[in-house]
């Protein structure tokens, strides 16, 4: 699979504006957060699950690397989701006041491939919610 231009990396790692982690479990609210930040502080927010799902729409020779690979059951590799953040933040750097990402990373091994690629985060916000709240929130029907 590719790779990012060495000098795209480069430019992200010296990137002077801030970078938020925000995590938790799945319906903990990190969506509705990262929306209320994005708003409050025009903050550009990134999903790594809408930048690989952006990517395989677009019907790109990549888009269509990562379909393979998720249609196959498998997981993409964190250096693909890593490069496709890098991508995001290189392109909106001139018109965004900082960056909050959503649910990345989800692995130690993800954080370490992200602060060897662009950087350290500048904050990290972990979202923590009941276990039963966790459950209850998940059965609720989601609106799309």
């Not at 020779?61 to 890593?82: A, N, R, Y």
């Not at 985060?121 to 609106?143: Q, T, Y």
Request: with cysteine; glycine share 10%; aromatic share 6%.
């Amino acid at each position: 699979m590719g790779s990012l231009h060495p000098d795209t990396l480069n430019s992200c790692s010296s990137m002077t504006l801030p970078v938020v982690w925000i995590l938790g479990g799945p319906g903990s609210g990190k969506g509705t957060q990262c929306n209320e930040i994005s708003t409050k502080y025009k903050f550009t927010h990134l999903s790594s699950g809408d930048l690989l799902r952006n990517e395989v729409m677009s019907g790109s020779s990549k888009g269509q690397e990562l379909f393979k690979t998720m249609h196959e059951g498998c997981l993409v590799p964190d250096d693909e989701i890593v490069n496709l953040i890098a991508k995001a933040i290189e392109k909106n750097t001139a018109e965004t006041k900082g960056f909050i990402i959503d649910g990345f990373p989800a692995t130690l091994d993800q954080a370490a491939l992200f602060e060897e690629k662009i950087g350290s985060p500048s904050k990290i916000i972990v979202i923590e919610v009941i276990d039963d709240l966790l459950k209850s929130a998940i059965r609720r029907p989601r609106k799309f």
